[in-house]
């Protein structure tokens, strides 16, 4: 019996195990005490009384923890009066462990580092000590069995260099374990990696390549590195040494030292000295030659030359027996593959004739029933086939639903577009892995892409999961070439089958046989009760799931695990089923008895803590669920922690689910089967379910966040959605439901804000008509609580919504996870402005793992006046949720084109314009400014000033004057912004000054064309010019340079930022502007910004083909105006081109023909992208425009040059011979439906 004493001063829970022992004489009755009492506890020390049957009692006085069972300390009980029975107690005393002490860090690396700590007291019970990453709540490493004073020391590998980590050493013991206190966390940051390379020359070996991996070079280099290694290794485990380029000078090797940053200098000392004192002369190398420089050009080289000493040993022929150990090395390239880790496996019959069928095939379509272990045996295959041909690559392309556009839970077939995020995938890792692959980065064509895996030659087994439609895998994989091998799993049995595609060999998985069962259920340890059971009883237990691996692998796990009979699982798998609930109707019998094999592991074999989590995913997707979501779920479900990793253990120990890592996130992902999750759901009763559903939307609320600027929160988020709109399709979260039931008032604005956000993300998707499907249903759950939004009666909706959200807070779902939300990197380099480094080095490692602020961190920003208190959320939550909704819903006219933007317009105006009034009046009232009172105006209102258009010229340079002073008063705004409650923006702000000035670049671009004369059109150049210089000086000071200092990544508006700068002078061209613009402003100019922002790394695909298209207009410019497209300050343009097998600029004096050749090449560039992304109508117009007009140029270019043709026919080239050309050139209606990466934050004409 356990007994719970809280100690008030130091706050430590201990536990107090008493354990009965009665008088032989006088026995008390066979019962354990029925009740305990605590008296005043204290400090260490409690009283206790005890209450036992027929009026016994005990009272222990002065219970302390020293008090524990070696001390053979009694207690005597005294029975009712007259009644001379006497009992005696025993007092055992047991605790929880205490923190371990004399943490200490040593032997960082860059990949890793020890950690040594003492063991405490184990609170009278065997401890074991754990380490895990506190950020992420990671277990890394425990030892079991340690005593008290025992020094013990972890060893942390496989870790990232220059990187902080927060880990926490506890201990642990049954009844609980010592926590993560301040004394208990430590932060340590891996070793920075430094490099430098150095060149060396062998004398009397010949030329033969430049080229490191060639054959001729590979006893070379091979030699150098083992004979380097060797040297410099020993001493620094870290270094990595890499022959990176060959060339004549004798033979001038340069190798690459890479290695822990403050190591370098001390091995280059060594490396110096090995090289002038001659201990590498037996490899030829000269000693009278020694560079070492920093970068790859050596810039910053440091000669050192020594006066010839003597002559020069001749480098030795590797012998056999070392070209062999070469190639080994050399093959055993780095393991690419993403194939989950299947459960224990038993090789049926099913898995051998897959085997033998693969031994004649390199392709083959695994089908069969659900649950018939499909997946299974094929990952299994996948895990011995990479055991046995170590040189493979093999990686699983299975459904993530991701973004797709129907999301049920009948909808889990693979999508073509899923195959492609894949295969890109893929292909990274290949590159990553050292193995070539020539394919551009960004490429999306699926053709190209296959063609470069098979040109690369790289062994690979490529898994489809889950194929309902062939049509979704590319016809060349189909046809796989010798160095590939694929496999198919569906549950379609005519998969493939259609006349227009070839020939595929097919498998039809029949689940166990006979002998299959019998082998499998008896399989295992000696003690398996199986063994002992006869064959017929197991053949029974067979056929109760028809023979599915699934159903029997969960009868084993749980006779097994309880020890219990067939005879008596058979009994409780009946009664489970007749018990069973709604969801199973239309299930087939040994279906059902897979729901009720799975309702019984969840009952009888999982704890409490397991069982809730696996009921959470009955409501996604079974594909891909982050644990975060999970995670987070649970703490809002219990309001504790949940241990991931004990999570992950029990269902693989039960055969539940699978587990992978996500390698963008890095976090893990659970999957389960489809009747495994539907089973789980079957068990639930409709308040459970409600219990449930309703944490989960809290978890959505807080993870589920809007703000995707940074790379790896847009990936998560991505990963969220198609399990939010599983769980939105719940038919408790239906519109009708929420607006019909009172008792769902509670979520109404949960909801509000889930589809606020599903809105917002649709935007930026470019899916319009989506956004709009959210915001309407976000509009009306408003309207709800709030009649006749949005109105122009301000102060009555303001007073209205304040005494709304005052009322509802205390049991409002959004109201009460308002304060924890996800905090992103942007996020917190602006709390840094308000909070000390290592409360901002925190909440970075918070961001970093995805965790939510808690309530403690919540109130220490309030502390640093970098959050806001409870008082001002119960007061703005409402408000600033109802602003935030018409912001939202207005913007979507950003996103319509032609007719239904100006049919929109009206509803966006009184939308932007009531939702900047109510922030407004917010801050009015409060003194407290709300962020969407800033960007309502900054991307609402003033958008709409220059949308409006109207007739009269002198009024819309009115309009666009207007909006210009709008955005300095923005820049000059003194403000600080609050969102949810976190401050989101002071005055120095790169990125808000960047889209300010921005927009004034835009405005003045329009007022140059309206200008009456042509001074006033140069002033407006001139200043156009001006606030260009200060919009790119502010976007590039959030950018990364490379070593010669151009700007090489960042800012994600960075290249549309060149692009305005190139499209400003090309519009300025067509509008017959030329001579007014200044003398920078030329088409070379325009080349050069268009270059630039192809330059950048991070270039999202639609901005790079606007630049492919502003290239190809200044091209046809220049082939107008007869200018060339070169300049004396192109260099930087020239090298972003590296990749591109053409220079991007014309040399030389112009020829028209090459100048419409050079603006074909650049027009197919920028098409082929746009066929990826239909819903630019605007650009794709443009693209269709140019293509006619260069088409009609080179047929007239052709003409001229052409012999006269006889009367009665034509040089324009037909139909048929565009066709034969690849010339279909007209973009309208070509491509399917795709979404867009990130946000296109684009000026609107």
Sequence with gaps: MAVKMRNR???????????????????????????????????????????????????????????NATNGRYYECQQPQGDKRKSRYELHVTYRPDPPTDIEIHGVRLYSFNISCTASDGGGLSQKLCLKHHGKNLSIICKEDIDQGEEVQFSVGGLNYSTPYQLCVYAENQLGSSGCGK?????????????????????????????????????????????????????????????????????????????????????KGTLKQAVTGGDLAHLGVDPHYFHTFAHSKAEKSTPVWIPILGTVATIVL???????????????????????????????????????????????????????????????????????????????????????????????????????????????????????????????????????????????????????????????????????????????????????????????????????????????????????????????????????????????????????????????????????????????????????????????????????????MAFLMPNNIPTGIISEAYWHLSGRELNVDEFIKAVRKLSLGQVTVEKKTEMRMMTIHQLTQRAVLDMLYDKEQDEMICALVKAFLVLFTKDTREIRVGHFVSQLYP????????????????????????????????????????????????????????????????KDLPSEHISEVYGKLKREGLDRFQNDVYGKTVTRQLLTSSNIDLLKLNVPQDVADRLALMAESFQPLSKEQYCHLITYEAALNEDQIKALYLIELVASVFYTSGRILFYLHGDRRKEYFETAWKELHFSHNL?????????????????????????????????????????????????????????????????????????????????????FKRLAKLASSPDERRRFFLDHNNNAKMMIGYAEKQGTRDQEGRIIDGLELLPEVYNMRAQFIIDMYEAGFKDDLPEDDRLPSAAQWANKALGIISCKPLRRAKAYLLLASASMMAYDQKEALCSDHEESAKETAT???????????????????????????????????????????????????????????????????????????????????????????????????????????
């Design 318 to 616: 590797l012998t056999a027996g070392g070209l062999l150990l070469y190639w080994k090395l050399k093959k055993r390239a780095t393991e690419v593959t993403n194939v989950p880790e299947p459960t224990t496996y038993f090789e049926s019959e099913d898995f051998k004739r897959l085997s033998q069928q693969l031994e004649h095939s390199n392709i083959c379509i695994v089908h069969g029933q659900l649950g018939i272990g499909k997946s299974q045996a094929v990952m299994n295959f996948v895990k011995q086939f990479q055991a046995k041909t170590k040189s493979y690559v093999t990686w699983f392309i299975g459904n993530t639903n991701n973004f797709s556009d129907t999301i049920t839970n009948e909808d889990t077939g693979l999508s073509q577009k899923t195959v492609l995020e894949k295969l890109l995938e893929f292909v990274e890792e290949l590159k990553e892995s050292g193995r070539p692959v020539n394919i551009k980065q960004g490429e999306k064509d699926i053709a190209k892409i296959c063609d470069a895996l098979k040109d690369s030659k790289n062994k690979c087994l490529l898994v489809f999961d889950d194929v309902q439609d062939i049509s979704v895998i590319p016809r060349q994989l189909l046809t796989p070439w010798p160095e590939l091998t694929i496999l198919i799993t569906t549950m379609d049995e005519t998969l493939g089958l259609h006349s227009d595609y070839p020939e595929i060999p097919r498998l039809k998985m029949k689940g166990f046989s006979q002998t299959d069962v019998v082998s499998f259920l008896t399989s295992g340890s000696e003690d398996n009760v199986l063994k002992q059971t006869d064959q017929t009883v197991l053949r029974e237990l067979a056929h109760q799931f028809a023979f599915l691996p699934l159903g029997l692998s969960l009868a084993k796990s749980h006779i097994l695990g309880s020890g219990t009979s067939v005879q008596e699982y058979l009994h409780h798998l009946h009664q489970q089923r007749q018990a069973m609930g709604r969801g199973n109707k239309n299930l087939s019998e040994p279906e059902r008895n897979v729901f009720a094999a799975v309702q019984l592991l969840l009952t009888h074999r999982m704890d409490e803590a397991s069982r809730q989590v696996l009921q959470l």
């Design 9 to 67: 001063q130091v706050l430590i829970w201990a536990f107090l195990s008493i354990v009965v022992l009665v008088n032989d004489v006088m026995p008390l009755a066979d019962s354990s005490p029925e009740h305990i009492e605590l008296h005043h506890p204290y400090r260490n020390r409690t009283d206790i009384t005890l209450e036992g049957p027929e009026g016994t009692s005990l009272r222990i006085g002065s219970v302390r923890r020293a008090d």
């Design 919 to 1003: 922030s407004r009046e917010f801050a009015s009232d409060t003194q407290v400014h709300l962020l969407n009172e800033m960007l309502s105006k900054r991307a609402g209102i003033l958008y709409l000033l220059k949308e409006k258009s109207p007739d009269n010229p002198q009024e819309q340079k009115n309009d666009l004057l207007q909006v210009i002073n709008g955005y300095k008063e923005l820049i000059s705004d003194q403000n600080t912004y609050f969102e949810y409650g976190i401050l989101k923006k002071v005055q120095k702000d790169d990125f808000h000054a960047m889209f300010c000035y921005r927009s004034i670049v835009d405005s």
């Design 723 to 786: 399990h939010l709109l599983s769980l939105l399709g719940h038919p408790t979260l239906s519109l009708e439901n929420l607006l019909s039931v009172e008792n769902s008032e509670h979520l109404l604005t949960a909801l509000i804000r889930l589809n606020e956000v599903l809105c917002y993300l649709y935007c930026q998707q470019r899916h319009p008509d989506r956004a709009m499907d959210a915001a309407d249903k976000a509009k009306r759950l408003c309207n709800h609580i709030c």
């Design 183 to 267: 004394s208990s966390v430590v932060m340590v940051t891996t070793e920075a990696i430094g490099q430098f390379y150095a060149e060396l020359r062998f004398l009397n070996v010949p030329f033969t390549s430049s080229d490191r991996n060639d054959q001729r070079n590979r006893e070379l280099v091979y030699r150098l590195n083992k004979t380097l290694i060797g040297l410099l290794q020993p001493s620094h485990p870290d270094l990595t040494v890499e022959v990176t380029k060959i060339r004549q000078g004798s033979v001038i090797v340069t190798v690459r030292f890479k290695g822990v940053q403050k190591e370098m200098e001390n091995i």
């Design 1139 to 1245: 990749d591109e097998k053409q220079p991007l600029m014309q040399e030389g004096p112009p020829d028209k023909n090459d100048m419409l050749a050079q603006a074909e090449e650049y027009l197919n560039q920028s098409r082929k992208i746009y066929k990826e992304f239909p819903n630019a109508v605007a650009d794709i117009d443009e693209a269709n425009t140019l293509m006619e007009k260069l088409m009609k140029c080179k047929d007239e270019s052709t003409e001229m040059q052409a012999p006269q043709s006889p009367r009665g026919t034509s040089n324009k080239p037909n139909q048929e011979e565009l066709a034969a050309r690849g010339d279909d050139w007209s973009l309208n209606g070509v491509g399917e439906d795709r979404d867009v990466e990130g946000i296109e934050m684009k000026i609107l004409p």
